[in-house]
């Protein structure tokens, strides 16, 4: 019958937005109020597992790591620098949570808790991550990329280290704002909403069933793609400000993204089909707040030549 049927999925979606109204947190680096329903300690546990599990997977492909001695000067040199890079911009991590403690933002600080681990994995897929709780993992493929880009991975590629800060940086600044949570918890959220609505669907002609669905379905992964790319903004800006906390020259980071963008031939879906921004859009992004952040550069660090 119409009206009930109707009246199982007005029943759902309020029993959602309770669900998501009661699950809300302040995000300091944002000033909003978001949703999440994974605690800190829940996706902590679930980044160990899977690092332990990825780290098992490329087994002889992770280079120096697990306290392993028996590794090549090259190989050893190249762990050192992620781990360098990696202790510097931990220790960024750590003050600039405080600082916004001391500023009266509210919100669980992680940055002293994570149980930070720096691991290089040898392939040619250009690619990092940091899982939540602190496990990162750079991959050789990006080094020529943040390095001297003359289309090789050498030592040369580890001697200036701005742009693999910026990388770094990046991954660091999605779990310090729980944006795995966030994404997993949104995920969770849509699949509820596209089952309530399927509830309700149960005497509507089968034709018509599967196109809401279908519209349903789209809608959703329209919404979590723009949500990921906020995630992602959000990412660049809190590493941006790491970057300059640690040291690290912030000028690279909009040559990085040029760069970024070359890849595979520069061929990419319309950012509203993506759960990235463009690569233009991050570099515009990085020159907007570049002021800001070489005068907060200079006010730590010191002079920067002015040639932004």
């Known amino acids: 019958m119409p009206g009930g049927r109707f009246g199982i999925i007005i ?17 300091p680096y944002s000033g909003k109020t978001e949703f999440n329903t994974i605690s800190i300690d829940q996706a902590s546990q679930l980044g160990a597992q899977t690092y332990v599990q990825m780290l098992q997977q490329e ?5 120096c790591g697990g306290g392993v001695s028996s590794c090549d000067v090259a190989g050893r040199e190249v ?27 509210e919100f669980q600080p992680v940055a002293r808790e994570f149980d930070w681990t720096f691991n290089v994995i040898n392939s040619e897929q250009p690619n990092a991550f940091c899982l ?21 991975v050498t030592l040369a590629d580890i001697q200036d280290v701005d742009k693999l800060a910026v990388v770094m940086g990046h991954e660091i600044g999605h779990a310090m704002a729980h944006h795995g949570a966030k994404r997993m918890s949104n995920s969770r959220l849509a699949q509820f ?27 959703a ?5 723009a949500f990921s790319r906020e995630h992602e903004t959000e990412a660049d800006k809190i590493g941006l400000e790491l970057l300059v906390r640690a040291c690290y020259d ?4 909009p040559e990085l993204w040029q760069r970024m963008g070359e890849i595979g031939g520069g061929q ?41």
Do not use: K
Not at 59 to 63: E, F, P, S, Y
Not at 84 to 95: H, K, M, P, V, Y
């Open 132 to 152: 939540p709780g602190g496990y990162v993992a750079i991959y050789t493929g990006i080094l020529d990329i943040t390095g001297n880009y003359d289309g090789q």
């Open 79 to 105: 762990y050192d620098t992620v781990n360098e890079i990696g202790e510097r911009l931990r220790l960024a991590a750590i003050e600039m949570e405080q600082d916004y403690l001391d500023a009266g933002y």
């Open 250 to 253: 912030p000028r690279e980071a």
């Open 59 to 63: 087994g002889r492909n992770v280079i």
């Open 11 to 27: 029943i759902a979606l309020i029993g959602l937005a309770v669900y998501y109204f009661s699950n809300q947190e302040v995000n």
């Open 193 to 219: 909403g596209t089952i309530a609505v399927g509830l309700g669907l149960g005497d509507m002609d089968p034709g018509q069933a599967r196109m809401v669905q279908q519209a349903m379905g789209l809608a």
């Open 268 to 308: 990419r879906p319309p950012e509203w089909m993506s759960t990235h921004p463009a690569s233009e859009t991050r570099a515009e992004n990085f020159r907007q707040w570049m002021p800001a952040a070489v005068e907060m550069y200079e006010q730590r660090c010191g002079r920067l030549d002015r040639g932004f």
């Open 221 to 225: 992964q329209g919404g979590l793609m």
